[in-house]
């Protein structure tokens, strides 16, 4: 047997295990080839404007670009203008994920991931009419599409949305607030979780709509946040808009299942990203540690600082080996509902390792940690970016809980069926 190729930085845990000369049974040729793509687009084409694109922005053509490389399209199928390869499996998303968040931090190329987490839905319940006019002019970068589900009262607590549609013929006249929307400068769609059911109704309530940015009564306003964002995150106000009953996706009031299942998707990105930037924080610390000198011998040389890198490369091996096992399963058909407690936990750990590695990272560079220049930039960046990682997307403690409660109703379940 040969032994595998090596790619990108050998120092040990700076990169996953399979770039290093190590087998898996999950990476072929063709993922070798794409992660080479990807790399060179990072390299060449993102970290240079980093600095400059989170001051300005980063360009909306830069979708165009990356559609020319594959990477708009890779998750769609041909027959809805994408270029899915022909032995796609979840390993390609896994590695997308992991080589855009190499870039370190500030949410460069964001709307990608927000596309294709908006999209979905599009593709498993709308029209045959909306999945044409909406994913092929995403796919070719022209356009973009938001996910807005989370209200001033309704983060993680979906089935408490307030904004209604109210049917009249064949339109919904849609009321409401979107907050934390991803993306919302750039989407020209919004896949929009509403209330259609009576007030109360909770989940069973709920539906899906295609809203459009430039139909009257949607306004769009920029956020702040925390952590440095060449993105955006928006505030939207929906007031009496008037939505064709046409782009409703899905059944009416079965929004919930719908948006239930994408939200493992979500997660598993999420989880993919922060992977690769708690990598980051480790590759800058270790080389950090190499060359700097304090009571007379290399950062590398004390012990404690040892201490700190190793365990930050145990966590983040863990999690890597953690997200492969949730990919494989994806990869092999098995159900997003089958999966809502693997990756609800996935994203916990995924956070809270994301965390500890940039909170070390920061006590090995010191002072240099908490200045946006210099050799610990990054790492100043990519701390302000954990939370997040720990609040999008579904917030620790409550998916630690939905685990819990949906194990307790498979557990009473089985003991049900043996009475």
């Known amino acids: 047997m040969s032994a595998p190729s090596k790619f990108g930085n050998q120092v040990p845990f700076c990169e996953p295990y399979w770039y290093q000369g190590f087998h898996s049974p999950y990476y072929t040729e063709n993922h070798k080839k794409f992660r080479a793509t990807l790399r060179k687009f990072v390299e060449e084409e993102l970290k240079p404007n980093v600095d400059k694109w989170i001051k300005e922005g980063y360009p909306k053509e830069l979708h165009k670009r990356a559609a020319e490389i594959g990477l708009q399209g890779f998750l769609v199928p041909s027959e809805y203008g994408g270029n899915r390869p022909a032995d796609f499996d979840t390993f390609y998303e896994l590695i997308a994920c992991d080589e855009l968040a190499r870039s370190g931090g500030g949410n460069v190329l964001g709307q990608l991931a927000i596309n294709s987490m908006a999209l979905p839905p599009i593709l498993r319940a709308g029209s045959e009419e909306m999945k044409k006019r909406v994913i092929q002019p995403v796919v070719r970068g022209e356009k973009n599409i938001c996910l807005a589900i989370s209200e001033p009262y309704a983060g993680s607590d979906v089935a408490n949305i307030r904004t209604t549609a109210r049917r009249e013929g064949e339109f919904y006249i849609v009321n409401g607030l979107k907050k934390w929307i991803t993306g919302g400068l750039m989407g020209d769609y919004f896949t929009t979780a509403v209330r259609t059911g009576e007030e109360g109704s ?54 919930f299942m719908l948006l239930l299942t994408n939200f493992n998707h979500e997660r598993f990105v999420l989880s993919a990203a922060a992977s690769r930037a708690a990598r980051v924080c480790y590759e800058e610390a270790f080389m950090y540690a190499l060359e700097r ?25 863990a999690l890597h080996d953690n997200l492969e096992r949730v990919c494989y399963q994806f990869s092999k058909g098995v159900s997003d509902f089958a999966l809502g407690g693997q990756c609800a936990m996935l994203k916990v750990q995924a956070s809270r390792t994301y965390e500890y590695c940039a909170r070390e990272a920061s006590q090995i560079f010191g002072g240099n940690s908490i200045i946006k220049e210099g050799k610990g930039k990054i790492v100043e960046r990519l701390y302000r970016e954990v939370r997040m990682t720990a609040i999008p997307g579904g917030s620790e403690e409550i998916l630690l809980d939905f685990t819990m409660r949906q194990a307790a109703a498979r557990a009473n379940k089985l003991r049900q069926s043996k009475l």
Do not use: C, W
């Open 202 to 255: 909770g989940m069973a309530g709920i539906s899906v709509l295609l809203i459009e940015r430039d139909m009257p009564g949607v306004s769009i306003r920029k956020m702040e946040t925390q952590f440095d964002n060449a993105h955006n995150t928006t505030f939207i106000e929906l007031q009496d808009v008037k939505v064709p009953v046409a782009n409703l996706i899905g059944e009416e009031n079965a929004g």
């Open 293 to 317: 000198e304090t009571f007379g011998k290399k950062l590398i040389n004390h012990q404690i600082i040892r201490y700190k890198l190793a365990e930050m490369a145990r966590q983040i091996e």
